[in-house]
């Protein structure tokens, strides 16, 4: 009863109008949606009106939540949930926007087993059955340039969907069982290839940030898939292919062509 009148409620705000306003934003803001299909677009506007409802925002550091924010952020979350069977970030209640990057305090273990504790500076982070931090100059800066490689949103939703099969492990959920295997052993290479790489000095496409653990490095290569997948495809194929079986998009035969496919309004 409970999961069918979830489901009335989401169909209901799906089939809202969308605010001209909220499609302005888009338009200024995330320019990546350029490349999406009409269809895909009018898919992207029904997942933000649901995102918007089940989500809260929350301003930190004196940062005011506005139209501008909550729907900047929503755009750039939910084109990972495009094309295929969602939940909605099913773990993930509130998002927490601080105006710039902000400080969190940290503890590591070094040698002889003693922790140091610090301080370091971020731009996002995410967090197993809690919030999603951002920041807000990095949401833009992220959505600002669709070819860089960095989305500070992309990286920290991909956490999200990564901790929907249990643990936050470098493995999502995936559509089917028979999945696994290959990407198991896909990624598991790409890792070890990027350390590897590191180690040599070799410059690489994928940033060193995804070398952190396999979590970070499938967050930081769902950043490259979206906006780098020619360089992606070209240089690790494989691994293209087992992200595009998974988020059911390819934006390599889009950006190939040049086209911006749907336009906005």
Not at 170 to 194: C, F, H, I, N, Q
Not at 202 to 231: M, N
Request: proline letters at 5%; charged letters at 25%; hydrophobic letters at 35%.
């Amino acid at each position: 009863m409970v999961f069918g009148l979830r489901q009335r409620r989401r169909r209901r705000w799906r089939e809202q109008a969308f605010p001209p306003q909220w499609t302005e934003i888009i338009k200024r803001n995330v320019p990546y949606t350029r490349y999406l299909t009409v269809a895909e677009q009018t898919e992207l506007h029904g997942h933000i009106q649901i995102f918007l409802h089940e989500k809260s925002f929350e301003g930190c550091g004196g940062l005011q939540i506005t139209d501008e924010i909550r729907v900047t952020i929503a755009a750039q979350a939910c084109v990972l949930l495009l094309n295929r069977e969602t939940d909605y970030f099913p773990l993930m209640r509130t998002v927490l926007v601080y105006p710039s990057h902000y400080f969190a305090s940290t503890s590591r273990r070094v040698a002889g087993g003693l922790v140091q504790q610090g301080v370091e500076a971020r731009l996002g982070e995410s967090w197993m059955r809690g919030p999603i931090v951002l920041s807000w100059d990095d949401v833009l800066r992220g959505a600002g340039d669709p070819h860089d490689g960095h989305n500070v949103v992309f990286h920290e939703f991909a956490h999200e969907l990564d901790g929907e099969s249990g643990a936050m492990e470098g493995a999502p959920r995936l559509p089917k069982a028979t999945m696994y295997t290959a990407w198991a052993r896909v990624l598991s290479a790409e890792y070890k290839d990027l350390l590897s790489d590191l180690e040599r000095d070799h410059r690489q496409l994928i940033d060193s940030y995804g070398a952190t653990s396999p979590a970070e490095f499938f967050a930081v290569v769902t950043e490259v898939f979206f906006e780098k997948p020619i360089q992606l495809q070209r240089h690790h194929p494989e691994l293209y292919e087992q992200l595009h079986s998974f988020y059911q998009h390819d934006p390599a035969s889009r950006f190939a062509s040049g086209d911006e496919v749907g336009g906005i309004g």
